[in-house]
């Protein structure tokens, strides 16, 4: 039996509120997909479907790194399209490039034999929807997405979570956390 598993930061509750009342208001009636307040998380790793029998060797990885980690901040400043306005696929609040993320992100993929390019900076964003592209493509003129927005979000675990299409809904649970030193 498999599972698909990815490493994340997990975000406080009150940023996940601040994001879904944001959104809400200024976003409501555009054709996205938007991701569900309880989903919210900063995705680090994706591991893909993995074997049960493998998942305690992943565990055991990531505490190692995560025990020699201190713990950190995260800056976030705007929303905006994401991958870039070329490819509209989603849009995301995204962050400051952080050389501790970045740090802790190459470190995990090492650790977890993921393929690594280069050792570079990690920009992080939070997922905040999806856009039906179809639909998309039929708005005129073309929604203005970005928009400036600023908040922190401290960095002293990271999670394992299992995500799972229930009833409909993508749903994801913490198999394990690890806080940082």
């Not at 994001?19 to 054709?31: A, I």
């Not at 090492?110 to 050792?119: A, D, P, Q, S, Y």
């Amino acid at each position: 039996m498999q599972k698909r598993l990815f490493t994340a930061i997990s975000l406080p509750e009150e940023i996940k509120k601040r994001l879904f009342r944001f959104v809400s208001k200024e976003y409501r009636d555009l054709p996205v997909k938007w991701v569900r307040q309880e989903n919210f998380h900063i995705t680090l790793n994706f591991l893909g479907y993995v074997q049960i029998e493998k998942i305690p060797e992943i565990c055991e990885s990531i505490r190692k790194v995560s025990e020699s980690e201190d713990s950190f901040e995260l800056e976030f400043t705007e929303v905006r399209i994401g991958p870039n306005p070329q490819k509209k696929k989603m849009i995301w609040a995204t962050g400051e490039k952080s050389k501790e993320l970045s740090e802790l992100k190459y470190r995990l993929d090492k650790t977890l034999g993921l393929f690594i390019r280069e050792k570079r900076e990690f920009k992080p964003h939070i997922t905040l929807g999806r856009i039906q592209r179809e639909k998309w493509k039929k708005i005129y003129p073309e929604p203005l997405i970005e928009r400036s927005l600023n908040f922190f979000i401290p960095v002293s675990s990271l999670e394992i979570l299992e995500s799972r299409f229930e009833k409909g809904k993508r749903v994801y649970y913490v198999l394990e956390s690890f806080p940082l030193k």
